[in-house]
């Protein structure tokens, strides 16, 4: 069933920020976004035969805003980064619908989960990994609409939605992570240096 990933995991982030996350200015924003993007998903901009999902608008200005708080030679570094995350995802999409053979060797959710790996190693804030794959999956999906159905199209369906949720939550997953793999060696250095005091 399409969109129930993106659901599970919008509910679940938006769980996680409100109820398990500190007291921090990025919690209301997270849990916002959340609450957002699951009321705006049902709904759709028509602009004649193109139908645009809410909250594919939504997650694409959210993603230009954490780009542009970056500088000029960041941003073009960034730009760059986005572009790979583009053309890797029209590739795929092309090569599946003309070769869908591939899809008995190679699982699509494995190509998204090595589509983040790729995003972790060229870009290290937290924020601009989320911006960077928001903002390329978004373009990606624009063009391959206009390419492939011209006519009538609808961008940010469901299917959308879905690989743009799991690699959000791979990307929110791998943060939260190496947050509390950190808090964790913190603590115990700090009770191991307490006992070496003792």
């Known amino acids: 069933m ?40 049902n709904s759709f901009l028509h602009i004649e035969m193109i139908k645009i999902n809410d909250t594919y608008i939504f997650f694409f200005v959210v993603g230009l805003g954490l780009l542009g708080r970056s500088s000029f030679l960041k941003l073009s570094y960034y730009f760059v980064v986005h572009l790979i995350v583009m053309m890797l995802y029209i590739i795929y999409t092309i090569y599946t619908m003309y070769e869908p053979a591939i899809l008995l060797m190679i699982n699509q959710w494995l190509f998204f989960i090595a589509m983040f790996f790729v995003v972790q190693l060229l870009v290290k804030p937290f924020g601009i990994r989320l911006a ?67």
């Open 132 to 198: 960077v794959i928001i903002v390329g999956l978004c373009q990606a999906e624009w063009v391959e609409s206009l390419l492939l159905y011209p006519k009538d199209f609808v961008i940010g369906d469901y299917q959308f939605l879905d690989k743009l949720a799991f690699l959000i939550f791979m990307t929110a997953g791998w943060y939260a992570a190496l947050r509390m793999s950190y808090l964790l060696h913190h603590a115990l250095s700090r009770s191991s240096i307490r006992k070496f005091e003792r």
């Open 2 to 41: 399409e969109g129930i990933v993106f659901y599970w995991v919008m509910w679940g982030l938006w769980i996680a920020t409100t109820f398990i996350m500190g007291y921090r200015p990025l919690r209301f924003w997270a849990s916002f976004t959340c609450l957002i993007a699951i009321i705006l998903s």
